[in-house]
Each structure stands twice: as structure tokens, then as C-alpha cells.
């Protein structure tokens, strides 16, 4: 019995002390539970969840290069816990003080370094190096400095990516490409197009992004990817560089010169409806010009008047109609007509009545080449008299009452007064046959008007060819036809011999060409000015403009200018067909007159213009062989050389790049000089369009990285 009671009182010792031991640590855990000590320190063991951002699609111009990318970028932070940084954590953390105050140049080697030495004595997993993203070559570089050279699972170093958009040429068509803003995306805060196309294609562009973990494994923070981002897909535009330049700086130029309030400008290939270049510049509250303000080639800020320019489409109506043709005469008087209907009246004048009279009776044709308001009105009103909804068929059979759909939110829609309407009166119809009492769109216009140069077959503007991934097509725009034929042949030839008698005869006569003919027509419009009515400050506002195609017997491409509000001259002849004239000489000379000898007239080109000045030398190179032009260029070594004119032709010297100066960029394209800057540790902001005309930081000069540098363009 003893024994058997012995053992009993042992089993009651073991049974108390298992009891004791799940007490005690029931305890423990609740403590630990609870204590913010521990809670804290679980936090570091902890798996979050957080989105991968997808790089967003490349906008491309129609060779393929870059007009809006997204390029990556680093944020820096360190993980100080890592168990082999005891070793060399104190011996090391000055040499790395160094080479970050070095390289990012925004705190001193002491700062870096007593941020450094705080963060480890706390055990900062998660520690931001610097406030700075660095760019891929950045990152390289980092990851050879001290401590961080030991590798990724010793040194500590933490990057996360995301990416930077930016637009290698600048602002060269911002309101068309768009730009971005802070919004959201597939439920979460994302950068996403604020207009233009990057918000009219925003689901293509944006791509999928993906999901990641940031967990604790053996003492080291590591990022785990649970669902690989979706990178964006790429736009192919038909906007050509070279030319999209040359329209921007073409019109910037006049609009500079008049001190106008905005302006835009559209080239079009004929056969395609391909828009090869597109520009908008407008005036902020300071007065100061902005390129990409609005879209006033198809948005409302440019939906006006169109004034004369809308008479081809009035004399076509009734030249289709068979109520005239180019050899109708009609009676202009002496410039000043009173239009009556009942008791209704409106006062109808030519331009140049004052100086030179009426024009007394003349042909349909020639009222068109002299632009003459009566000789249209009475055309039109004589034609349709009580039979004015036939005229409205026949605008509506030209496409002239509905909208485009290129393609860019924010289109605005077309508006002809009607009869039935409220507003329409009995003198409306002599107001909209020479363009008044209605708005539309430069685009409008334009389309109108490639139509007459393509043989009556109307295109759809097309601003963007193909949806890419990866290489790949996943979705092709193709060209459009919006209508076989807008009229028959017998009103198309006569509309042909009119536009070209414009610039033969008539208010166009100072934009003839030597080497092929140009066929438009001008146009000088009284407009109102959103809440400004028709005068600003109590002065009438104008808007000149000039519409055509060219070559006149061949069409290849048709342009649009309108300038809206110039001060001095604002007839359409010579504020804005000297525009149409020069954008059309450059890409004769650049396209068309390829190889007829065509030479760029020296009278038109400003001092101030870059022509081939400095750049790549394959680039170069590629140019003067073209030319058939050697001088010696492919003796340099330099990959960066210099172009001069000089009398006998074109010399080129080597442009040499010395490490820790300043790089000269003058002169260079701006992806040459954006590439070239960044890649040597410079940050750029640009202003205006074109190439490099001057740099903030004199060439040569010591560089230090980081430096902000800002390049003119002209």
C-alpha cells in the first residue's frame, strides 16, 4: 500500500506541475497578446499585401519613336537588421555617408550618416535613404557603394520600383498626347490620363498592375510577387516629328509676331486622312503663350465662325443643285449691299470696299478668288429662296453637320442655324452663306475640304493606327471612308479651278510657289469670344485663317491655320496663308520634292531657325550621305559631332563630351539632349519646342549631379 501511495503522490506532482506549466503559459501568451512590446515586433514578421505598378504604354509617333513613355525609377531604403551588418555596419557607415551625400547632393556626409547610425541603433527595417528616385544607371551605381556592394541579402539595400512619364520632345503636341493626373485605377490610387490620348485610351495604355507581399525571412525584408504586373500597351500615332516641328514653330512664329490670343494649325495626309501634325497654342491669364492650352482644333475653345472659308461649301451646294456655275454672273455693286426680307434688313460689305469700290458684276468664280461676301450672299439667297431646306441637304451630304470622332475627348459637335429654329431669321441665310450663324471645328473644315482634294471621297481623320503589345498588334485602325463621293464630278472640277484661282488671282496671290501650285482659300471671320461677345474691350475680335492642299494638281497633303484675334492685320491672306506657305515649302522640300531639286527658299527660313546643327554622328551622318556630303565626318571618334553651314556646303567637327563637365547640347534635337543630360547626372526642364537653342549651365563647366539645367528651345 505504501508503494502504491508513493506512486500516487508522485503522479499528483507531475499532474500540479503540467498543470503550473499551461498556466504559466497561458499567461505568457496573453502577455505577449497584449503587450505593445511584442505587438510591435510582430509587426516585422508580418506579410502586407501591397499593388506592383504596371509600367504604362509608350505613345509612338508613326516611325516608332518614343512621344510619351514611362521610364523606371527607384525608391532607396534600407533594411538595417539584417544579421551580417554587425560585422562591418560601424566600420563601413562612413565610407557610405560619403558616396550618398556624393551622389544625391542633398545632405551633407554627417547627416546621412548620424540618420544612418539612428536608424540602426532602433532596428529599422524599412529605413528611406533619400527623398530622390534614382533612374536604373542610378541604381547601378548605388549598388556598388559601401555595405551595399556585399549583395542583396547582406547589404541591406531596398528599392521599389515605379515608373516616371515623361515626353522626350517636350510640350510638342501636350493637348493631343495628353498628360497625367492623381486618380484611380482598378480601385486603386494611380497616376491616369488627364486628356488627349492618354485618356481616350487609357485602358489600353494603363496595363494590369499585379500584387506583391513584403514579408520577414530570416531577419530580411524581401518583396514576394504573387501576380506579375501587366505592362501597358503601345499607341502607333501618324503624327510625323520632323513635321509636327515644323507646323508648332511655324505657327508659334506668327502667333508671336501678331501677338494673337491663340492659334492652331492641322496637316492631313489626302489619301489616308493620316493627321501628320497637329498644333495648339493659346494665351494663359498672364498673357503668356502656351503650347497644348486648348484644343482648338477640335474642342470647343475653337468651335466658331469658320467665316469665308464655309463659301466653297455654299457655292458647291449650288453648283451641285445646278442653280449656278463658276460662269454665273452675279452683282456685287459697289461693296456695300442691304440684304431685306419683310422688315428685316442686314448690311452686307466686301472687305476692301472703302479703297477700291465694289466689284460690280462678276463671275461666281471670281467672287470666290476675291472672297466677296455679296457675291456669295446674293448667289446663295437668289438660289434658295424658299428653298432653303435643299440647301441644308447638301451641307449635311458634305459632312459639315456632324461631328468628326477622331478619336480625343472633349470633340466639340457642330452647329448651323436652321430654319424652324428660334434664332432663325429672315436675313439668316445671307449670314450663312458666307459663314456666320454657326460653329465648327477647324477639323471640320479640314475634312471638308481633303474631300475636295481627294476626288469627293471624304476620310476620316485618323490620329492613331494600332493598339501593340508586345511587339504585336491587338488592334489596327485602319483608314475610313465616311463617304464615297460628297458630289459629282462636274462640282468638283469647277470647285478645283476656284480654290486655285484663289491663289492664281485672288486674296491668295502672295502664297504662290515656284516649284507647285497650292489651291486654297483665305478667310477673315468677326467672332465672339466665349463671354467676351465680338469685341474685347470694346474692339472687334477677327480670326484669320487659310485652308488648301497642295501640290493643287496632285494632292498630297491639305493644312489648315487659324489665328484667332491678331493685332494689326487680321486678314486670313496675310496672317495665316503665310503660315499654310511656309508649313507647305517645308514639306515639299522634306516629302514631296524629294527628288525634283527643290531647294527650301533662303528668304523664308528666320536667322533664327536650327537647321542641322548638332546630334548623333550616325545621325548625321545618315543626313549627309543623303546629301551626298562627306567633309570628313566619319573620321571622328566622338560619337557626338557638330554640323556648320559655311558657302560650299556643310563642315562638321567632333563635339567632344569631357566626364564631370557640363555637356554642350546647343543645337541638338531634344531626345539627343535629353538623354545626353540625364545619363550624366543632370535634371532637365525645357521650354518651348524645336532644337536647343541655349542651356542655363555654360558648357564645360564643372557638373555636379543632381544640378537642375533648363534648355531654351527655338
Not at 442686314?346 to 465694289?358: C, L, N, Q, Y
Not at 508586345?470 to 480654290?499: D, M, P, W, Y
Request: net charge positive; with cysteine.
Amino acid at each position: 500500500m505504501e508503494i502504491k501511495q508513493g506512486i500516487l503522490n508522485r503522479f499528483k506532482v507531475v499532474y500540479f506541475g503540467i498543470i503550473v506549466i499551461v498556466l504559466w503559459i497561458f499567461v505568457l501568451l496573453i502577455k505577449i497578446q497584449f503587450s505593445p512590446k511584442w505587438s510591435e515586433k510582430s509587426k516585422i514578421f508580418q506579410a502586407r499585401e501591397l499593388t506592383v505598378q504596371a509600367r504604362r504604354g509608350t505613345i509612338c509617333a508613326a516611325d516608332g519613336s518614343p512621344l510619351a513613355a514611362s521610364i523606371p525609377h527607384y525608391s532607396l531604403r534600407m533594411d538595417l537588421c539584417v544579421p551580417p551588418l554587425k560585422k562591418y555596419f560601424a566600420r563601413d557607415v562612413d565610407s557610405l555617408a560619403l558616396m550618398l551625400s556624393r551622389f544625391f547632393r542633398d545632405k551633407s556626409a554627417s547627416a546621412y550618416k548620424r540618420a544612418l547610425t539612428e536608424a540602426y541603433r532602433k532596428g529599422d527595417h524599412y529605413f528611406l535613404i533619400s527623398a530622390h528616385k534614382v533612374d536604373y544607371d542610378g541604381l547601378q551605381k548605388i549598388k556598388r557603394f559601401p555595405i551595399f556592394r556585399y549583395g542583396q541579402f547582406k547589404g541591406g539595400l531596398i528599392t521599389e520600383q515605379d515608373y516616371e512619364r515623361i515626353y522626350p520632345l517636350g510640350n510638342l503636341e501636350s493637348r493631343t498626347l495628353g498628360k497625367m493626373k492623381e486618380g484611380v485605377s482598378k480601385g486603386n490610387p494611380a497616376q491616369v490620363g488627364a486628356f488627349g490620348l492618354e485618356e481616350s485610351f487609357e485602358e489600353d495604355l494603363r496595363g494590369e498592375p499585379g500584387l506583391a507581399e513584403k514579408v520577414n525571412v530570416s531577419g530580411r525584408t524581401m518583396e514576394v510577387h504573387l501576380d506579375e504586373p501587366t505592362d501597358g500597351r503601345d499607341l502607333i500615332t501618324t503624327l510625323d516629328v520632323k513635321l509636327q516641328d515644323q507646323v508648332s514653330y511655324s505657327l508659334r512664329k506668327m502667333l508671336e509676331k501678331t501677338m494673337a490670343k491663340y492659334g492652331t494649325a492641322i496637316l492631313m495626309e489626302v489619301k489616308t486622312g493620316d493627321i501628320k501634325a497637329i498644333s495648339n497654342y493659346g494665351r494663359n491669364s498672364g498673357g503668356q503663350l502656351i503650347q497644348g492650352y486648348q484644343n482648338y482644333a477640335l474642342g470647343a475653345a475653337g468651335c466658331t465662325d469658320p467665316g469665308s472659308t464655309f463659301k466653297l461649301a455654299s457655292l458647291m451646294a449650288a453648283m451641285e443643285d445646278r442653280k449656278i456655275d463658276t460662269s454665273t454672273i452675279v452683282d456685287a455693286g459697289i461693296g456695300v449691299w442691304i440684304s431685306k426680307h419683310g422688315r428685316q434688313t442686314w448690311k452686307v460689305t466686301d472687305s476692301d470696299h472703302e479703297k477700291k469700290g465694289g466689284y460690280g458684276k462678276i463671275t461666281a468664280k471670281r467672287a470666290f478668288e476675291v472672297s466677296s461676301n455679296i457675291g456669295v450672299a446674293k448667289l446663295i439667297t437668289q438660289s434658295y429662296a424658299g428653298e432653303e431646306k435643299d440647301f441644308f441637304k447638301r451641307i449635311h451630304q458634305f459632312g459639315l453637320d456632324v461631328p468628326i470622332k477622331v478619336g480625343i475627348s472633349g470633340e466639340s459637335a457642330p452647329y448651323l442655324n436652321h430654319p424652324g429654329e428660334k434664332t432663325w431669321s429672315g436675313v439668316s441665310m445671307t449670314q450663312i452663306s458666307y459663314g456666320y450663324e454657326m460653329r465648327l471645328t477647324p477639323i471640320q473644315i479640314l475634312t471638308f475640304y481633303n474631300a475636295v482634294a481627294n476626288d469627293g471621297c471624304m476620310m476620316k481623320p485618323r490620329l492613331v493606327k494600332a493598339v501593340v503589345e508586345e511587339g504585336e498588334v491587338r488592334e489596327s485602325f485602319g483608314t475610313k471612308t465616311i463617304k464615297r463621293s460628297i458630289c459629282s464630278n462636274s462640282t468638283l472640277r469647277q470647285a478645283h479651278a476656284i480654290l486655285e484661282g484663289v491663289i492664281e488671282r485672288g486674296t491668295g496671290k502672295a502664297l504662290q510657289a515656284s516649284n507647285y501650285k497650292i489651291a486654297g482659300k483665305t478667310g477673315t471671320a468677326q467672332v465672339a469670344n466665349r463671354n467676351e461677345g465680338y469685341g474685347r474691350n470694346g474692339s472687334r475680335v477677327y480670326q484669320a485663317s487659310f485652308v488648301g492642299y497642295f501640290p493643287a494638281d496632285g494632292p498630297k497633303y491639305s493644312c489648315i491655320v487659324v489665328i484667332n484675334h491678331p493685332l494689326g492685320d487680321y486678314y486670313g491672306g496675310s496672317v495665316a496663308g503665310p503660315v499654310f506657305k511656309q508649313i507647305a515649302d517645308y514639306v515639299y522640300a522634306y516629302d514631296l520634292g524629294k527628288n525634283e531639286g527643290f531647294k527650301y527658299p533662303g528668304k523664308d527660313i528666320p536667322e533664327d531657325y536650327p537647321g542641322l546643327a548638332a546630334g548623333r554622328k550616325k545621325d548625321i551622318a545618315k543626313v549627309l550621305n543623303e546629301l551626298d556630303i562627306m567633309n570628313g565626318w566619319s573620321f571622328y571618334k566622338s560619337e557626338w559631332v557638330e554640323a556648320n553651314r559655311e558657302e560650299d556646303g556643310v563642315s562638321v567637327t567632333s563635339r567632344e563630351l569631357k566626364p564631370g563637365t557640363i555637356p554642350n547640347v546647343k543645337g541638338m534635337g531634344v531626345t539627343d539632349a535629353v538623354y545626353l543630360l540625364e545619363k550624366s547626372g543632370l535634371r532637365v526642364s525645357m521650354r518651348g519646342f524645336g532644337k536647343v537653342k541655349s542651356q542655363s549651365l555654360r558648357a564645360g563647366d564643372p557638373m555636379k549631379r543632381g544640378q537642375n539645367i533648363t534648355l531654351t528651345l527655338g
